[in-house]
Structure formats: structure tokens, C-alpha cells
């Protein structure tokens, strides 16, 4: 069965912190993105990696970096956090190839709260 | 660039009657995959039902059905019967069929409900 899990559901930091969200998935998919949710805006890319240490900006990747050491783990990274980046954020994993079988798969999200 | 546009924020419907969800896109692209989402509360998010532009039939997944208008790019979703369960957040995503990586654009979503 499929499953792409997340470091935290919930997760609540201050202003300046770096904070670390983990993305692991087991279906040795090659893609891997993360993606943030606010509502009325539905999901915007922040940032994608079709393989191990590569990575690709998305639409929104201001204030986040990305690291991607193993297949099967992507990580969001907030330098330093600030309240406009309180939001839910979502990793989703697919494999490599244009076919539209090739769905994405998500994980359950973690809702970030930046005080 | 696409964009994708979901019109309704909120709809809800009476359980076992029938209801759509709106979609509008935009592409210069003329081969591409049209996608609809389903979030649960507090669940993972799940492939509904899929459309490839070159197809003409529409597609069907048990309850839920597609009307895909290419001219006028719309992807509208029908779900008919509506249980309880389908009370969800839907999200309408547009994906280039020569983009390898999967690369999807969303719709801002609309919350359906539906009453008992």
C-alpha cells in the first residue's frame, strides 16, 4: 500500500526559528514536491525534486529550501520563521514519466502555526 | 502559464441527490491531463477521477463522472448519490501530458457538504 508520511501533523514555532518538516515516502518514487495550502488558494509548489540532491523551484519558493539526501526522504526547510508562513503544508511523491497514471501521492499534511 | 479556477468555495447537497463542481482552466497547451482531488477532514488527499485531454468520452469512476468541454475549457465533477463521506474538500488540477515530473496546478478548491 502506498504511504508517504510526515514528521508532524501539528507544529507550533516562534518568529526567527529554523524549522524542519520531513517527508518520507516508500514507493521509491523518483519525484518528490512539497506543496502549501491556504485557503482560496488551494495548493501552490514550493519546491520539487526529481532525484536524489536535485531540486527545482516551484511557484511560491521564497523563504524555504529544500534538501533531498535519500530517495525516499524530502525536507522543507524555513530558515527563519515568520507568521506569514503559518499554513499547512503537504509532500506528495509520483514517479518519473508524463504518463497520467502517474498520479501524486500526498501525505496527511502538517499544519505549522509561526507565532 | 495555466491557471485553474474553481468558482464555487462552498457548495453542500442533500444526501443520495446529485451535484456538480465547477472547473475552469487555462492553456495554450493542447495536450494535457485534468485531474480532480478529494480531501477528507483530516485525512490524506486522493485521486478522484482523471481525464487525458485527448480522449472525447468522458470519464467515470462509480458515482463520479466528468464533463470535460475542451473549446470551452471547463472540467466540471458530478457525483451522484451523495453519501456522507464525500463531504470533502475538492480541488481541481491541471497537468501538461509532456511534463515527467508531474508537475500539477490547483484550483483554490471547493468545500462540498452534504446534509443528511
Known amino acids: 500500500d502506498v504511504k508517504v508520511t510526515q514528521s508532524s501533523r501539528y507544529l507550533v514555532k516562534r518568529t526567527g526559528e529554523k524549522v524542519f518538516l520531513e517527508c518520507v515516502q516508500d514507493m521509491d518514487h523518483e519525484n518528490m514536491f512539497w506543496y502549501r495550502q491556504d485557503p482560496g488558494l488551494g495548493l501552490r509548489l514550493i519546491y520539487f525534486?526529481?532525484?536524489?540532491?536535485?531540486?527545482e523551484k516551484g511557484d511560491i519558493p521564497e523563504g524555504y529550501s529544500v534538501s533531498r539526501e535519500k530517495k525516499e526522504r524530502f525536507s522543507l526547510i524555513l530558515e527563519s520563521a515568520s507568521t506569514n508562513q503559518t499554513s499547512m503544508y503537504l509532500c506528495?511523491?509520483?514517479?518519473?514519466?508524463?504518463?497520467?497514471?502517474?498520479?501524486?501521492?500526498f501525505g496527511p499534511g502538517t499544519r505549522l502555526t509561526v507565532l | 502559464a495555466q491557471t485553474v479556477t474553481q468558482s464555487q468555495p462552498e457548495m453542500s447537497v442533500q444526501e443520495a441527490e446529485t451535484v456538480t463542481l465547477s472547473c475552469t482552466y487555462d492553456t495554450s497547451e493542447s495536450d494535457y491531463y485534468l485531474f480532480w482531488y478529494k480531501q477528507p477532514p483530516s485525512r490524506q488527499m486522493i485521486l478522484v477521477i482523471r481525464?487525458?485531454?485527448?480522449?472525447?468520452q468522458n470519464a467515470t469512476e462509480n458515482r463520479f463522472s466528468v464533463n470535460f468541454q475542451k473549446a470551452a475549457k471547463s472540467f466540471s465533477l458530478k457525483i451522484s448519490d451523495s453519501q456522507l463521506g464525500d463531504a470533502a474538500m475538492y480541488f481541481c488540477?491541471?497537468?501538461?501530458?509532456?511534463?515527467?515530473?508531474?508537475?500539477?496546478?490547483f484550483g483554490g478548491g471547493t468545500r462540498l457538504m452534504v446534509k443528511p
Open positions: 525534486s526529481y532525484d536524489v540532491k536535485m531540486k
Open positions: 506528495a511523491s509520483s514517479l518519473w514519466g508524463a504518463s497520467s497514471y502517474n498520479e501524486q501521492f
Open positions: 481525464q487525458e485531454a485527448y480522449k472525447q
Open positions: 488540477a491541471y497537468r501538461s501530458a509532456h511534463n515527467a515530473g508531474n508537475m500539477l496546478t
